[in-house]
């Protein structure tokens, strides 16, 4: 989850951008608290997204960079005391 946090009145709209493309549908979600929800994360997302509020009054934007590393799950044996 990459966080972006927007206040304003009227409240502005917000969305998330990567590569030129709005993120929207399937593995990324926006949450109602302007959180990118990015369900199975995979190396290819790695890179940097930018959250983008617009408002009647202008725009804002933030960019943050998601680095997505390999971790190696270890399967433990219940039998195994310790």
């Known amino acids: 989850m990459i966080t972006c946090r927007v206040f304003g009145a009227p409240r502005p709209e917000l969305s998330w951008i990567r590569n030129e493309q709005d993120l929207t549908g399937g ?13 199975t994360v995979e190396f290819a ?20 960079k998601l680095f997505v590393v390999k971790c190696k799950l270890t399967k433990f044996n219940q039998n195994n005391s310790y």
Not at 27 to 39: M, P, Q, T, V
Not at 55 to 63: C, R, V
């Open 45 to 64: 997302d790695t890179g940097s997204y930018a959250c983008v509020a617009r408002s009647k009054f202008g725009n804002a934007s933030a960019t943050a």
């Open 27 to 39: 593995r990324f979600g926006i949450l109602l608290n302007g959180d990118l929800n990015i369900k």
